[in-house]
């Protein structure tokens, strides 16, 4: 159980383009995801949280109006990239709990989304 | 949440005991540690967390220490698919993110 999934796995677009990344959980219901991007040989670092119905909140340095969160349902979170360039490739993973039951204060993770902008 | 330290890297033995160590002197009395793992090009996957008593689960035992300021990650009979990043992590309360450090990168070897 818990699992989260994320789509697609790997992306590459062309400079200016705008990417959609979806993040799914599969078995649970979640009020809160949240989206964090990695670049390589690096930890995780937090982007935004994503609340179900209201709008995201975007940590400092993160530009809300270039990484576009909606997130509609209890199971959907999606991250658009808009007008990608190519500092914007890293490896993006989104995160959610459960919001009852007995592993809601344990977070999980999806498997990843590879981004590349040419 | 509190900062948790933990050396950059290990190495282990495979079939060996791997006893990774987290420094988190000051975390709060509602502060869970948690511990996640990352292998290379996948997302963090969660093992194990506990907040006074030591746990144990198919996949690891934590031990925490009685004043709390540390615990001990104990992967019983490490294999090579055991080398990965893993993080420890003070966390006090569903609804809020986790905050990664830089963790530890265990390698295991034959």
């Known amino acids: 159980g818990a699992v989260v999934s994320q789509h697609p796995s790997r992306v590459i677009c062309k400079s200016g383009t705008s990417v959609k990344i979806e993040c799914r959980s599969l078995?649970?219901?979640?009020?809160?995801m949240f989206w964090y991007r990695q670049f390589p040989k690096q930890s995780l670092m937090l982007m935004a949280t994503?609340?179900?119905?209201?709008?995201?909140?975007?940590e400092q340095g993160v530009e809300k109006d270039k990484f576009l969160i909606n997130h509609a349902s209890l199971t959907l979170s999606t991250l658009t990239v808009t007008s990608a360039h190519p500092e914007d490739s890293s490896f993006y993973i989104c995160?959610?709990?459960?919001?009852?039951?007995?592993?809601?204060?344990?977070?999980?993770f999806g498997p990843g989304t590879r981004l590349t902008v040419l | 949440d509190a900062k948790t330290t933990q050396p950059p890297s290990m190495d282990c033995a495979e079939g060996r005991a791997a006893n990774l160590p987290c420094n988190h002197s000051?975390?709060?009395?509602?502060?869970?540690v948690y511990w996640y793992r990352q292998i290379h090009s996948q997302g963090p996957q969660y093992i194990i967390h506990?907040?006074?008593n030591n746990e144990t689960n198919e996949m690891a035992s934590l031990i925490i220490t009685e004043d709390r300021k540390s615990s001990t990650l104990i992967l019983p009979h490490a294999t090579l698919r055991d080398t990965a990043v893993y993080y420890c992590?003070?966390?006090?309360?569903?609804?809020?993110?986790?905050?990664f450090g830089k963790g530890t990168t265990l390698s295991v070897s034959s």
């Open positions: 078995d649970f219901q979640a009020t809160t």
């Open positions: 506990g907040l006074k």
């Open positions: 992590i003070a966390y006090n309360q569903a609804g809020t993110a986790l905050i």
């Open positions: 995160s959610a709990s459960p919001v009852a039951g007995p592993r809601e204060d344990t977070q999980y």
């Open positions: 000051t975390i709060s009395g509602n502060e869970y």
């Open positions: 994503s609340n179900e119905g209201s709008k995201a909140t975007y």
